[in-house]
């Protein structure tokens, strides 16, 4: 049996097969809910895993808080991918359960950290047990940009749907508050607009209040003579795109 054993893997050698097996993914490659710990003087985190679902990673979360303090474990989502996460989320994502019994939800998806809180602390009032997860880097995210005067332009807002994004926008221009305002995708968050747009992607806005896309092209001058000629019939946002922060 062992001179068998030996031949099979010689066999396998010869032929150019690998016989160990495949190395794992590591954890940084992996896509999930991460939790990591916090230091509190110098905020730098060290990622203790990688779970695909909340349940493993709020479970794990809660573990470290009993070694640690609540303040010092952080739960995170999204596609930050390799790298650590620094600064403030762009999302917080509420999750709630009603006991230990029961599956977490995603019920709520807010970009202000004040409002999470407050979202947070008042479905805990009313008996759920909540979890509050990071999100420093999310798929799809709207944000609206601004300036007074000559000043830069810079990040005013942060939004989860196109909807919010282009009312807020609007309310900006009536109030006459900024000038240049603009509803932009890929800047993840970055607090001024450094660099130009990828493309430019035309909204139109239906009678029922929802938002479509009209057109996406490169050259801005067309973006606009789109805008303008749908503007004539329906509200109309140019939403600018970038791909280089």
Known sequence: MIRTSMLSLALLVVAG?????????????????????VSLRCQTRQLVGVYPSSREAFQVAADQRVKLSPQRVEVTTGSEGKMVPTGQPILRVIYTRTCSRTSWQK????ADGKTAEATAKSCG????????VHDYAPSEVYFVYGAQCRARVQLQGTYVTLRE????????????ALLNCCVVTGTKGHQFLTTTPAQYQVYAQSCKGGWSLVTTTTDVAKAHQTAAAQRKE??????????SY
């Open 125 to 132: 009032d009313k008996g759920s047990q909540v979890q509050i």
């Open 234 to 243: 329906k509200p109309v946002e140019v939403v600018q795109h970038y791909t």
């Open 107 to 110: 019920d709520f998806t807010i």
């Open 165 to 176: 994004a282009c009312q807020a926008a609007e309310g900006f221009r009536q109030s006459n």
């Open 17 to 37: 097969v690998d016989a160990r097996p495949a190395a794992p993914p590591k954890p940084a490659d992996q896509m999930g809910f991460r939790v990591y710990t």
